[in-house]
């Protein structure tokens, strides 16, 4: 079985606060993919970042940074000098390989609100 | 480059109903998938297709709900007949196959589904 745990539902920071959201994730595949999809008031789901279970490096792409642990089975996302604009509902995601060995099946966490106040 | 297309935005039916949803992929995509999305459940993976055909239907919640996929370019997704806790945001997302594995999945807006 695999699962995927965003253990806050919601979280509210004043602009300019850093903020990390966590994401533990279960699986007993070997070769797995772990993805971070942000869903906005206005509904659509913005792909952010994928990252595969061989490649532990943390990546930063300007404010936005992961940190991908394989011995804690975590990958945290962290929003520096928060704005407004990140306001959003962030869901992790776990691929699962299907019977033909490919990663195409994903699970979702169950999201974390993220509201930035000004 | 235009991204997933989904139509209707916005579905109002009355239970009993036939609803059929419809889906766009990215061109020159080869998987599709569509998910779920409620309160309850999250987000859920109902089907997936490569280069038309269903891969894995595990996830259609029983024999109300259908998938087609016709072509590259187009997939319906139908429901009949529909009932109220059918209601839900349905989304449609497709990738590229990769020599290795999976790529990433890329998002329509969704089309919101109220069965009354």
């Known amino acids: 079985a695999q699962k995927v745990t965003q253990a806050q539902t919601e979280i509210s920071v004043v602009e300019k606060e850093d903020v990390t959201l966590d994401c533990v994730y279960e699986t007993r595949d070997t070769t797995y993919y772990l993805f971070w999809y942000k869903q906005p008031p206005s509904g659509e789901l913005v792909f952010l970042i994928r990252?595969?279970?061989?490649?532990?490096q943390n990546e930063i792409s300007g404010r936005y940074s992961w940190n991908f642990q394989k011995s804690t089975s975590s990958f945290n996302f962290t929003i520096t000098a928060s704005q407004v604009v990140d306001s959003a509902v962030y869901f992790c995601?776990?691929?699962?390989?299907?019977?033909?060995?490919?990663?195409?099946?994903?699970?979702f966490g169950k999201g974390t609100l993220l509201t930035v106040n000004p | 480059d235009a991204g997933v297309i989904q139509s209707p935005r916005h579905e109002v039916t009355e239970m009993g109903q036939e609803v059929t949803l419809r889906c766009k992929p990215i061109?020159?995509?080869?998987?599709l998938f569509w998910y779920r999305q409620t309160m309850m459940r999250g987000l859920e993976l109902l089907i997936y297709f490569n280069n038309n055909v269903p891969i894995d239907d595990s996830g259609m919640p029983e024999d109300r709900f259908s998938a087609k996929m016709p072509n590259a370019s187009f997939s319906t997704l139908k429901i009949q007949p529909s009932e109220p806790r059918d209601s839900a945001v349905y989304f449609c997302a497709s990738s590229l196959a990769q020599s290795v594995s999976t790529d990433t999945q890329y998002f329509g807006p969704g089309t919101r589904l109220t069965v009354l």
């Open positions: 061109s020159g995509h080869d998987y």
């Open positions: 995601a776990l691929s699962e390989a299907d019977s033909g060995g490919s990663n195409y099946k994903l699970t």
């Open positions: 990252r595969n279970s061989f490649d532990e």
